[in-house]
């Protein structure tokens, strides 16, 4: 696939705003980072911006995309919001979306039948490739920085990540690399119509992980499988709710059914290199003292 880089942004000036929606997570804040440093201006997405954008107020909506050319799409896990935000996009002039799903969206049994992310990703991708707009789809494998900044962040600080992952490996991403991939898709010509899947180079273990980061640390981290029922026990206790720990057990499960150790290669086909090594992201982090207490 041809790429044409910066495509879109040479030769004019961009007038018209991008929107980040969760211009303030794990990816939509390295979105908003590249832009800037591209010269895009960008509106971030988020309850706390101005203006205030929030998937469960529609009423925000408008406001957020009043001027807005491009969009990248992260999506209202749980609820059914990406096909009315997309019509809505179309109505008011949007040219491109450039959409996160989530792995496993084409493969059966990936997710559980009752799975709320799934079916908020299955319904997303429908509506984006069915819309007027330019489209894109990224869809990520589990992000590398669920160790420094996400789910597993506490565990780990704690000396003990606790999961029912079993022995399973999983390929993790570095959202540098997905930020990367979507500020491409949004700024340059050739992503049009693409599904990018992206993941690490190899897949690895949470022992293997954890192990890479007490090496990096000097910290002693380990990791402890524990049985999806158990787990989901240990989570009730500490206050989650039922559903909520259930939901978070199911979204581990495909790493311990070996359905998360395949490499993907939308990284290189979108940016034309590899994608960044998990020890990389290892070593990123402990020298900004991310697992310093």
């Known amino acids: 696939m041809a790429r044409i880089p910066n495509a879109g942004l040479t030769g004019r000036m961009i007038r018209h705003p991008f929107l ?29 911006s101005d203006p205030p954008f929030d998937w469960t107020d529609r009423d925000t909506w408008d406001a957020a995309l009043e001027g807005v050319e491009k969009v990248y799409l992260v999506p209202f896990d749980g609820e059914l919001l990406t096909r009315p935000f997309v019509q809505r996009c179309e109505e008011l002039g949007v040219k491109r979306v450039v959409l996160l799903s989530g792995r496993g969206v ?42 420094s900044e996400g789910f597993f962040l506490d565990a780990v600080l ?7 992952a079993g022995d399973g490996a999983a390929s993790f ?52 499988p524990v049985a999806p029922e158990d787990f989901v026990a240990e989570l009730v206790a500490q206050g989650w709710s039922r559903g909520d720990a259930e939901d978070y057990a199911d979204a581990v499960s495909p790493i311990r059914r070996g359905m998360d150790s395949h490499i ?15 020890s990389d992201f290892v070593k990123r982090a402990a020298a900004a003292g991310t697992w310093q207490d």
């Open 20 to 48: 980040v929606t969760g211009g303030t997570g794990k990816s939509g804040s390295r979105v908003v980072s590249r832009l800037k440093d591209k010269g895009v201006p960008v509106r971030v997405g988020s309850r706390s």
């Open 106 to 147: 084409d493969v059966p049994g990936y997710a559980g039948e009752n799975s709320g992310a799934g079916k908020t990703h299955i319904d997303g991708e429908d509506a984006v490739r069915t819309c007027r707009p330019e489209w894109t789809i990224i869809r990520p494998a589990w992000f590398a920085q669920n160790f």
């Open 158 to 164: 704690s000396g003990e990540l606790r999961l029912p």
């Open 173 to 224: 991403v570095d959202a540098e690399d997905i930020a990367a991939v979507v500020v491409a898709a949004l700024t340059e010509t050739g992503h049009t119509g693409q599904v990018y899947e992206v993941s690490g180079p190899r897949a690895v273990t949470m022992a293997g992980a954890v192990a890479e980061i007490s090496q990096a640390t000097g910290r002693t981290v380990r990791y402890m």
């Open 264 to 278: 993907s290669d939308g990284v290189q086909r979108a940016l034309g290199r590899p994608s960044r090594d998990f």
